[in-house]
């Protein structure tokens, strides 16, 4: 399993960016895919997932509205597009794969699954 993130950078507050994830190496319905960051000092936190058998989505309380999970048709890509940018936003985010074919629909926290692969993280400043 490999999974390789883009699309990180510098972008003003109010502004938006898209990051991807690039998945191999596995079978794309029988996993799901978190996007996670973490800012200067703070913890990981869970931000947005994708099971992508059946399309459902998790969104944090702090993105919901303002960010977008979703993946090609290949199902291969899995893009996170971040719009109304804050500074609150900086962060190293990375994305991560569970090896288990679930859904979102009743998945409240996605934390506790075993997330097993990680990428090495793209770099997401926001400037005020």
């Known amino acids: 399993v490999q999974l390789v993130e883009s699309g990180g950078g510098l972008v003003q507050a109010g502004g938006s960016l898209r990051l991807s994830c690039q998945t191999s190496?596995?079978?794309?319905?029988?996993?799901?895919i978190g996007w996670f960051r973490q800012g200067p000092g703070k913890e990981r936190e869970v931000i947005s997932c994708?099971?992508?058998?059946?399309?459902?989505?998790y969104y944090a309380v702090s993105v919901k509205g303002r960010f977008t999970i979703s993946t090609n048709s290949a199902k291969k890509m899995v893009y996170l597009q971040m719009n109304s940018l804050k500074p609150e936003d900086t962060a190293v985010y990375y994305c991560?794969?569970?090896?288990?074919?679930?859904?979102?629909?009743?998945?409240?926290?996605?934390?506790?699954?075993?997330?097993?692969?990680w990428g090495q993280g793209t770099q997401v400043t926001v400037s005020s």
């Open positions: 991560a794969a569970v090896n288990h074919r679930l859904t979102f629909h009743l998945i409240t926290t996605p934390d506790e699954l075993p997330w097993t692969s």
């Open positions: 190496g596995f079978t794309s319905d029988d996993y799901a």
């Open positions: 994708i099971a992508p058998n059946d399309g459902s989505t």
